[in-house]
């Protein structure tokens, strides 16, 4: 029963709509953003003792979230393939045992598109902000090409440091890979080796992408999400009564007049 009981009080944290929960998601959240500050901070110094204990202390925090989530999964080994879970063993792996410096410990920050993709964690935004309701398409956009920077940028330093005199920080990482995201190329950092340039191409390929993504729902006009019942259409005018696809009447729910 006891047992029964913990994971039932579990349950509740990851998924429930208490007070407590939804600040434990919260607090997730302001977790991995605060490994993320630390990661770039931390390029700025020696990898010594005190960054090595931070990082481990890191990773026991991200092995108790994964260990709990497993353990009231219905399906653990299940839960335990999915993309971003083995992601989380490497990170704690990196952290906890390692090797050379941080090692793989970049991918921590893959764990924030994790918890922005999480249905009970957009379920909460849109509960409690109204500016995240209305613009919830493009700050998901936007938020994605952000952790593709972040990602990018952590990769990249990762990857050079050691090996290219022209990346010595996180900042000189990051100023390569906006350079190269927007295909500007000023060319006084360029990435050495055939895993620096491999690295560079997808981040041009990629980096476009998101880009056009992004400007594209930026400028186009602003929907919302609405399923008509005959059609099945998802995206509508705010101020939409019928359905522009089929006809159908709409009752899409209103705040009122602004």
């Not at 925090?61 to 497993?70: K, M, Y």
Request: proline fraction near 2%; charge should be positive.
């Amino acid at each position: 029963m006891t047992e029964l009981r913990a994971k039932a009080r579990l349950r509740e944290l990851y998924s429930g709509r208490s007070v407590v929960a939804v600040r434990f998601r919260y607090t997730l959240l302001a977790f991995d953003l605060t490994t993320i500050i630390f990661l770039i901070a931390s390029s700025f110094f020696d990898y010594g003792r005190f960054i090595m204990l931070v990082d481990a202390l890191f990773g026991v925090i991200i092995l108790a979230d994964l260990a709990a989530r497993l353990w009231i999964s219905k399906h653990p080994l299940r839960e335990m393939l999915r993309l971003f879970n083995v992601i989380d063993v490497l990170v704690v792996i990196s952290l906890i045992l390692p090797l050379t410096g941080e090692g793989m410990a970049f991918l921590r920050v893959v764990r924030m598109l994790r918890l922005l993709q999480s249905h009970q964690i957009l379920k909460q935004l849109r509960r409690d902000f109204q500016f995240f309701r209305d613009r919830e398409v493009t700050i998901k956009a936007a938020l994605n090409l952000v952790c593709f920077i972040f990602f990018t940028t952590a990769l990249v330093f990762e990857q050079q440091r050691g090996i290219n005199p022209d990346i010595r920080n996180y900042v000189d990482a990051a100023y390569f890979t906006i350079a190269a995201l927007t295909t500007t190329g000023f060319g006084d950092v360029t990435l050495v080796g055939q895993a620096g340039k491999l690295i560079s191409i997808a981040i041009m390929i990629f980096g476009v992408s998101l880009f056009l993504r992004l400007v594209q729902v930026v400028l186009r006009p602003t929907k919302v999400e609405y399923a008509c019942t005959h059609c099945g259409l998802m995206r509508h005018d705010r101020d939409a009564v019928h359905c522009k696809a089929c006809g159908n009447l709409l009752a899409i729910p209103d705040e009122g007049i602004d």
